[in-house]
C-alpha cells in the first residue's frame, strides 16, 4: 500500500534552506571566535544556518547579514527555546508512535481533503476516521469517511489510497507545526536560523557572527646558540569545532583579550503582571454576624526579595621548568629539535589594543581537525644567563633573556628549547610585544651553588620632628641579605638575582639592574671555576608618634640625646624639660607635705587620746600642760603646711600653663 501526504514532504521542505559555507574564521583569546560565512541562495529560497543552543545567546548579539546581490535581507527566524511538549500543546497536535493514518485523519473532522481513489480523483470533507474490522483472521484496515460534495457519504479504506493531499490551510499549517517541532526536538542541541531575503533570481548572501571557540594555542621552539642571535619558531594550534568541514577558509588569530560576556537574549522572557479587576465585577460574599461581639481584624502582607551572589576569581598561574644540567650542560641521548622546514605566510598587523596573525594561504580542516599552522620563524635577540628566584633551592636556573626584536607582539605559550644541537629543556612565556624584553628559564644548573644568609641591625633613628604637641620619630632598621655564589664549570657566566620587593622597604645597595613588580633583579658576574657575593642592603622605616604632655622629664632626656635633633630642636625640649622638672619638684615638695600633715594629724589623736586619760589622774597637771603645748605646736605646723600647700598648687598651676603654651608652640 501507498500513502503519501504531501503536506509532510511540503513542511519538511519548510525547515531546509541554502546553507552557506564557512569562508572565514578570526580566533581570540576570550574563548570567541569570528566566524563569516558566504553562499548562493536561489531565488525564494532562504538561507539556513545552524548553532549550538548555547551559542545562540552570542548569535543574537553579534549576527550580521548581508545580501551581496543588490536586495535587502527582510527577516531573520530562528526557533525558540521551548520544550517538545510545549510546542506540541501549542500545535494543538500529536503524532503518537505507530499512530495509523486513520486516526490522524479523525483529527481533523471538517477538514477537505483530496486523493486518488479506485483511479479516479476524489474530493470531500472528513467526517471520521477509524480502524474497523477487515474481515475474519484479516486484521484491520484504516477507513475515512467523507462527504463528498455531491452530498454522498463515502466510506474509502485508505489502503487503496494515494496522493492523498489536505486542502484545509489551517490543518496544514497545523502538520508543518508539529513536523518542525519533532525534527528540531530529534537534535537537542542544534538550533536553525533563516535568513530571509528579498530580490530577483539567485543571489549571494554571508552572515557573519560572534560564538564561543577553543582559544587558539601558541607554542615555540626556541634554538640558542653559543653566540650570537637565536632562531624563534612559533606554531599556532586551532581546533575546528564548528562541527562541519573548512575548505579554503581565510584564517587569523588575535593575540589579546578584547571584552565579551554572555547575555541572556535566546530564553524566552517573560514579565510578571500584576492582577487587577473592577470591583463592579466581583461577587460580593456572604457576611456573617455574631451577637454582641466587637471584632478587629488586621491584614499585614509582608513582602521580602533578597538576593545575595558572589563571583571571586582568582586564578593564578604558577610557571616552572625543569630539565638536567650536569656540570652547566645539558647533554640528551636524543636528537635536537631543529628548525622546521616550513614557509610562514602569516602576515601580522596591530589591530587597536589587539595584534593578529593573518594567514596568507586559505586553509582546510575537517570537522574534528585541529591545525598547527607556523605564524613565525625568524631570528630574535638572546642573552643566555642564570636566573636565581627561589632561595628553598641551591641551584639557579639555566635562562635566556630575550628581547622581542621581530617587530611582532608573540603570544605567550610553551617554548622548546634546543642548545649545542640538543634538547636542553622547556619554558613558559608570557605574551609580549615588540620591544619588550622577558625572562625564560629552562633548565638547572647543577655546576652553581647559592647560600643565602640574612641579617638585621639595630633601629636608627634618621628624623625628629614636632607639631602640635606631637613628637614624631622615624626610624629605619638595616637589613642585610647577602648571597654566596660558587661557580665549579669552567666557564664564566652572568647570573640575575631576584631579590624579593617587600612594601615599606626601601633598597640602599646596590643599584638594582631592573626592578618587576615583585622583584629586584641584580646581575653578577661569575668568574669560571670561581665565586662571587652579592650583598644586598635595605631599611625597614619605623614611624612613631608621642603626645610630648605624657612624656616625663626623664623621657624627654632621652630625646635630647639623640643626634639626629636639630639645635632648633634641643633648645625647644630643654625648654620644656625644665618646665616639667619644676613641675616635678613641685609635685615632690606637695607630697612631702601631705605625708608631714598626715604625721602631725596622728600625733595629734595620740596627744589628745593621753590627756583624756590624765585628766582623770590627780597630779597630772604637768604633764597635761606638756601635751597641751605639742598640741598647739602642731595645730600651728598644720596651718603652715596647709598654707604652703595652697602656694605650692598656685605654683603648679602657672608652670602647667607655661608647660602646656611650650608644646602648643612646639616646631621642628
Same mark, same amino acid.
Given at each position: 500500500?501507498?500513502?503519501?501526504?504531501?503536506?509532510?514532504?511540503?513542511?519538511?521542505?519548510?525547515?531546509?534552506?541554502?546553507?552557506?559555507?564557512?569562508?572565514?574564521?578570526?580566533?581570540?583569546?576570550?574563548?570567541?571566535?569570528?566566524?563569516?560565512?558566504?553562499?548562493?541562495?536561489?531565488?525564494?529560497?532562504?538561507?539556513?544556518?545552524?548553532?549550538?543552543?548555547?551559542?545562540?545567546?552570542?548569535?543574537?548579539?553579534?549576527?550580521?547579514?548581508?545580501?551581496?546581490?543588490?536586495?535587502?535581507?527582510?527577516?531573520?527566524?530562528?526557533?525558540?527555546?521551548?520544550? *517538545?511538549?510545549?510546542?506540541?500543546?501549542?500545535?494543538?497536535?500529536?503524532?503518537?508512535?505507530?499512530?495509523?493514518?486513520?486516526?490522524? @485523519?479523525?483529527?481533523?473532522?471538517?477538514?477537505?481533503?483530496?486523493?486518488?481513489?479506485?483511479?479516479?480523483?476524489?474530493?470531500?470533507?472528513?467526517?471520521?476516521?477509524?480502524?474497523?474490522?477487515?474481515?475474519?483472521?484479516?486484521?484491520?484496515?484504516?477507513?475515512?469517511? @467523507?462527504?463528498?460534495?455531491?452530498?454522498?457519504?463515502?466510506?474509502?479504506? @485508505?489502503?487503496?489510497?494515494?496522493?492523498?493531499?489536505?486542502?484545509?490551510?489551517?490543518?496544514?499549517?497545523?502538520?508543518?507545526?508539529? *513536523?518542525? /517541532?519533532?525534527?528540531?526536538?530529534?537534535?537537542?542541541?542544534?538550533?536553525?536560523?533563516?535568513?530571509?531575503?528579498?530580490?530577483?533570481?539567485?543571489?549571494?548572501?554571508?552572515?557573519?557572527?560572534?560564538?564561543? /571557540?577553543?582559544?587558539?594555542?601558541?607554542?615555540?621552539?626556541?634554538?640558542?646558540?653559543?653566540?650570537?642571535?637565536?632562531?624563534?619558531?612559533?606554531?599556532?594550534?586551532?581546533?575546528?569545532?564548528?562541527?562541519?568541514?573548512?575548505?579554503?577558509?581565510?584564517?587569523?588569530?588575535?593575540?589579546?583579550?578584547?571584552?565579551?560576556?554572555?547575555?541572556?537574549?535566546?530564553?524566552?522572557?517573560? #514579565?510578571?503582571?500584576? #492582577?487587577?479587576?473592577?470591583?463592579?465585577?466581583?461577587?460580593?460574599?456572604?457576611?456573617?454576624?455574631?451577637?454582641?461581639?466587637?471584632?478587629?481584624?488586621?491584614?499585614?502582607?509582608?513582602?521580602?526579595?533578597?538576593?545575595?551572589?558572589?563571583?571571586?576569581?582568582?586564578?593564578?598561574?604558577?610557571?616552572?621548568?625543569?630539565?638536567?644540567?650536569?656540570?652547566?650542560?645539558?647533554?640528551?641521548?636524543?636528537?635536537?629539535?631543529?628548525?622546521?622546514?616550513?614557509?610562514?605566510?602569516?602576515?601580522?598587523?596591530?589591530?587597536?589594543?589587539?595584534?593578529?596573525?593573518?594567514?596568507?594561504?586559505?586553509?582546510?580542516?575537517?570537522?574534528?581537525?585541529?591545525?598547527?599552522?607556523?605564524? #613565525?620563524?625568524?631570528?630574535?635577540?638572546?642573552?643566555?644567563?642564570?636566573?636565581?628566584?627561589?632561595?628553598?633551592?641551591?641551584?639557579?636556573?639555566?635562562? /635566556?633573556?630575550?628581547?622581542?626584536?621581530?617587530?611582532?607582539? *608573540?603570544?605567550?605559550?610553551?617554548?622548546?628549547?634546543?642548545?649545542?644541537?640538543?634538547?636542553?629543556?622547556?619554558?613558559?612565556?608570557?605574551?609580549?610585544?615588540?620591544?619588550?624584553?622577558?625572562?625564560?628559564?629552562?633548565?638547572?644548573?647543577?655546576?652553581?651553588?647559592?647560600?643565602?644568609?640574612?641579617?638585621?641591625?639595630?633601629?636608627?633613628?634618621?628624623?625628629?620632628?614636632?607639631?602640635?604637641?606631637?613628637?614624631?620619630?622615624?626610624?629605619?632598621?638595616?637589613?642585610?641579605?647577602?648571597?654566596?655564589?660558587?661557580?665549579?664549570?669552567?666557564?664564566?657566566?652572568?647570573?640575575?638575582?631576584?631579590?624579593?620587593?617587600?612594601?615599606?622597604?626601601?633598597?640602599?645597595?646596590?643599584?638594582?639592574?631592573?626592578?618587576?613588580?615583585?622583584?629586584?633583579?641584580?646581575?653578577?658576574?661569575?668568574?669560571?671555576?670561581?665565586?662571587?657575593?652579592?650583598?644586598?642592603?635595605?631599611?625597614?622605616?619605623?614611624?612613631?608618634?608621642?603626645?610630648?604632655?605624657?612624656?616625663?622629664?626623664?623621657?624627654?632626656?632621652?630625646?635630647?640625646?639623640?643626634?639626629?635633633?636639630?639645635?632648633?630642636?634641643?633648645?625647644?625640649?630643654?625648654?620644656?624639660?625644665?618646665?616639667?622638672?619644676?613641675?616635678?619638684?613641685?609635685?615632690?615638695?606637695?607630697?612631702?607635705?601631705?605625708?608631714?600633715?598626715?604625721?602631725?594629724?596622728?600625733?595629734?589623736?595620740?596627744?589628745?587620746?593621753? *590627756?583624756?586619760?590624765?585628766?582623770?589622774?590627780?597630779?597630772?597637771?604637768?604633764?597635761?600642760?606638756?601635751?597641751?603645748?605639742?598640741?598647739?605646736?602642731?595645730?600651728?605646723?598644720?596651718?603652715?603646711?596647709?598654707?604652703?600647700?595652697?602656694?605650692?598648687?598656685?605654683?603648679?598651676?602657672?608652670?602647667?600653663?607655661?608647660?602646656?603654651?611650650?608644646?602648643?608652640?612646639?616646631?621642628?
Amino acid at each position: 500500500m501507498k500513502q503519501i501526504l504531501s503536506v509532510m514532504l511540503a513542511a519538511a521542505l519548510t525547515l531546509s534552506g541554502a546553507e552557506l559555507p564557512v569562508t572565514k574564521v578570526v580566533i581570540y583569546k576570550n574563548g570567541v571566535a569570528y566566524y563569516e560565512r558566504a553562499g548562493s541562495v536561489a531565488a525564494g529560497e532562504s538561507a539556513r544556518l545552524e548553532f549550538r543552543a548555547e551559542e545562540m545567546n552570542d548569535v543574537l548579539k553579534s549576527l550580521v547579514v548581508e545580501d551581496r546581490g543588490g536586495g535587502a535581507v527582510t527577516q531573520v527566524r530562528y526557533e525558540l527555546d521551548e520544550t *517538545l511538549e510545549k510546542k506540541l500543546a501549542d500545535a494543538g497536535l500529536r503524532l503518537e508512535a505507530g499512530q495509523p493514518l486513520a486516526v490522524l @485523519l479523525d483529527k481533523w473532522k471538517g477538514a477537505r481533503v483530496e486523493m486518488n481513489y479506485g483511479g479516479a480523483m476524489v474530493k470531500g470533507t472528513i467526517l471520521s476516521g477509524r480502524m474497523a474490522a477487515a474481515g475474519q483472521d484479516q486484521g484491520q484496515r484504516q477507513e475515512l469517511t @467523507l462527504l463528498l460534495d455531491s452530498g454522498e457519504i463515502k466510506i474509502v479504506a @485508505l489502503e487503496n489510497a494515494s496522493g492523498l493531499k489536505l486542502e484545509d490551510a489551517r490543518a496544514r499549517e497545523q502538520l508543518a507545526a508539529v *513536523l518542525r /517541532a519533532y525534527t528540531q526536538s530529534r537534535s537537542a542541541e542544534k538550533r536553525s536560523v533563516f535568513i530571509d531575503a528579498a530580490g530577483q533570481g539567485a543571489r549571494t548572501l554571508a552572515a557573519r557572527y560572534v560564538v564561543p /571557540a577553543p582559544v587558539w594555542k601558541s607554542s615555540y621552539r626556541l634554538t640558542l646558540p653559543e653566540t650570537g642571535e637565536a632562531m624563534l619558531e612559533g606554531w599556532a594550534i586551532v581546533e575546528n569545532n564548528t562541527g562541519e568541514d573548512w575548505s579554503k577558509v581565510e584564517l587569523t588569530v588575535v593575540s589579546g583579550k578584547p571584552v565579551s560576556f554572555i547575555s541572556q537574549l535566546y530564553e524566552p522572557r517573560y #514579565v510578571r503582571r500584576q #492582577v487587577a479587576s473592577l470591583g463592579e465585577e466581583e461577587g460580593v460574599a456572604p457576611e456573617l454576624y455574631a451577637g454582641a461581639v466587637r471584632e478587629e481584624a488586621v491584614v499585614a502582607e509582608l513582602m521580602a526579595d533578597a538576593n545575595e551572589g558572589r563571583a571571586k576569581s582568582a586564578q593564578r598561574l604558577a610557571v616552572g621548568s625543569a630539565g638536567g644540567v650536569g656540570t652547566g650542560r645539558f647533554v640528551a641521548p636524543a636528537a635536537a629539535p631543529m628548525m622546521s622546514s616550513v614557509a610562514v605566510s602569516a602576515a601580522a598587523r596591530e589591530a587597536g589594543e589587539l595584534f593578529e596573525y593573518r594567514f596568507g594561504a586559505a586553509v582546510s580542516a575537517r570537522r574534528g581537525e585541529s591545525l598547527l599552522l607556523p605564524f #613565525v620563524q625568524q631570528k630574535i635577540t638572546a642573552r643566555r644567563l642564570l636566573v636565581y628566584s627561589d632561595r628553598s633551592s641551591v641551584n639557579p636556573r639555566a635562562a /635566556a633573556e630575550l628581547t622581542n626584536n621581530t617587530g611582532k607582539t *608573540l603570544d605567550g605559550g610553551p617554548i622548546t628549547v634546543a642548545q649545542a644541537g640538543a634538547y636542553a629543556g622547556e619554558a613558559l612565556m608570557e605574551t609580549f610585544k615588540a620591544g619588550d624584553k622577558r625572562l625564560i628559564s629552562y633548565a638547572v644548573d647543577l655546576g652553581t651553588r647559592i647560600t643565602t644568609k640574612l641579617d638585621s641591625g639595630a633601629a636608627v633613628t634618621r628624623q625628629i620632628t614636632a607639631r602640635r604637641g606631637v613628637i614624631t620619630t622615624r626610624s629605619a632598621v638595616e637589613m642585610k641579605t647577602v648571597y654566596t655564589v660558587n661557580n665549579v664549570d669552567a666557564r664564566a657566566k652572568t647570573l640575575v638575582v631576584e631579590h624579593p620587593l617587600s612594601p615599606g622597604v626601601k633598597l640602599v645597595s646596590p643599584a638594582a639592574a631592573e626592578t618587576t613588580a615583585s622583584d629586584y633583579r641584580f646581575s653578577v658576574s661569575l668568574p669560571a671555576n670561581g665565586g662571587q657575593t652579592l650583598t644586598v642592603v635595605e631599611e625597614r622605616e619605623l614611624r612613631q608618634a608621642t603626645q610630648v604632655s605624657s612624656l616625663t622629664p626623664d623621657a624627654l632626656f632621652s630625646y635630647l640625646e639623640n643626634k639626629a635633633l636639630s639645635a632648633s630642636a634641643r633648645k625647644q625640649l630643654e625648654a620644656i624639660a625644665a618646665q616639667k622638672r619644676e613641675v616635678a619638684a613641685v609635685d615632690a615638695e606637695a607630697q612631702a607635705l601631705n605625708t608631714e600633715m598626715a604625721g602631725i594629724t596622728r600625733d595629734q589623736e595620740r596627744i589628745r587620746q593621753n *590627756l583624756s586619760a590624765l585628766r582623770q589622774v590627780a597630779g597630772q597637771e604637768q604633764r597635761v600642760q606638756g601635751y597641751a603645748a605639742e598640741l598647739q605646736k602642731g595645730d600651728t605646723r598644720m596651718v603652715q603646711a596647709r598654707d604652703r600647700q595652697a602656694e605650692l598648687q598656685k605654683r603648679k598651676a602657672a608652670l602647667e600653663a607655661q608647660v602646656q603654651s611650650l608644646i602648643e608652640g612646639l616646631d621642628f
